[in-house]
């Protein structure tokens, strides 16, 4: 099958090689446009390599690239073998191993300001594609105008995509700089999610990813804690009230610490439940216990408090962006 050949700039002292490039692709530039984006789509998703694809040749401009793409100023400007062959050889060809054809496309479209090829919505499978690229060219910047059109639909339907892509929408988030939906998804992994905070080779900052499990850790251990300081202080004194109440106080938070799965000998904050579960079990510990004029818990309640008020703000951007 006969090689594609796109030129974003005839002139252009960049080519990028890419293998293996969806058969639909039409043969011209000049001839793609985001209609085709669902059929790609579906091709490149649900095929397997197929031998004889066409090989993708995009031909760009440097200059184009190094305005975008910090990047590539840094890979064509500095003593990377890059950049000393373009400045010897007059250009260079470059092989794109680790992205997908369509969206390696779309990105190039954005560089050298061919808008009328960039579609203006896109799956959430290719948003994050889209997102996986941006960050690696650190291109936030150049691509701003048109993530707000990609992430714009998304973003009325966060609630549902923090519970069932989380990690996924917080690389979106954070590589595309969208403050307001940062902020919403990291107060969501603070206390609402029960998986693992891991970003599953996702670029999402080890920073981000330290801060959330550390603060939904400290936050979930907080409260254990001061649950357990209550509950041996009516196991071994000194006497709160009176001997019944204390002992109903007592047995009332070992059944419901129990039945949380809190009562062990090391109880530690563990994957499966999240902050606001465990905040939900206290209060009904709490309003549940209406044996004696006496509260079962008002202490543990106040650290609850606490603990909700600060993480129900989630993270801020601006603390992880470099200076």
Not at 68 to 78: D, E, I, L, V, Y
Not at 112 to 137: K, N, R
Not at 241 to 264: N, P, Q, V, Y
Request: glycine share 4%; proline share 5%; with cysteine.
């Amino acid at each position: 099958m006969p090689d594609i050949v796109y030129e974003f700039d005839p002139d252009g002292d960049v080519t990028f090689i890419i293998k293996d490039a969806p058969e639909s692709l039409p043969h011209k530039l000049s001839n793609f446009n985001a209609t085709l984006l669902s059929q790609l789509y579906t091709n490149q998703s649900n095929s397997t390599k197929i031998s004889g694809l066409p090989i993708l040749h995009i031909r760009a401009s440097s200059k184009h690239l190094m305005l975008a793409s910090p990047h590539f100023r840094g890979t064509f400007r500095n003593a990377f073998q890059e950049g000393n062959e373009l400045r010897s050889a007059g250009r260079i060809n470059i092989k794109i191993c680790d992205w997908k054809p369509v969206p390696f496309l779309i990105l190039m479209a954005v560089f050298h300001g061919q808008t009328q090829l960039v579609p203006q919505s896109l799956c959430f499978d290719w948003l994050t594609e889209m997102a996986i690229l941006v960050d690696y060219y650190d291109c936030y910047k150049a691509v701003a105008m048109v993530s707000d059109l990609w992430t714009k639909d998304f973003e009325k339907k966060q609630s549902t995509l923090s519970k069932r892509n989380p990690m996924e929408w917080l690389c979106i988030t954070w590589a595309f700089r969208k403050k307001d939906t940062f902020e919403s998804i990291t107060k969501y992994i603070q206390l609402e999610y029960t998986g693992e905070i891991s970003p599953d080779e996702l670029p999402i900052s080890a920073r981000i990813i330290d801060t959330l499990r550390t603060s939904r850790e400290i936050g979930i251990g907080n409260v254990i804690e001061s649950l357990y300081r209550i509950l041996n202080r009516l196991r071994y004194g000194p006497q709160m009230c009176s001997f019944e109440c204390d002992l109903m106080r007592l047995g009332a938070l070992i059944k419901g610490m129990h039945e949380f799965g809190i009562l062990t000998e090391n109880p530690q904050p563990r994957a499966g439940y999240s902050f606001m579960k465990l905040r939900n079990a206290c209060v009904r510990m709490h309003k549940a216990y209406d044996s004696h004029h006496c509260q079962l818990m008002p202490e543990v309640l106040k650290v609850v408090n606490k603990v909700h008020d600060s993480l129900k703000c989630g993270l801020t951007l601006e603390s992880f962006l470099s200076l």
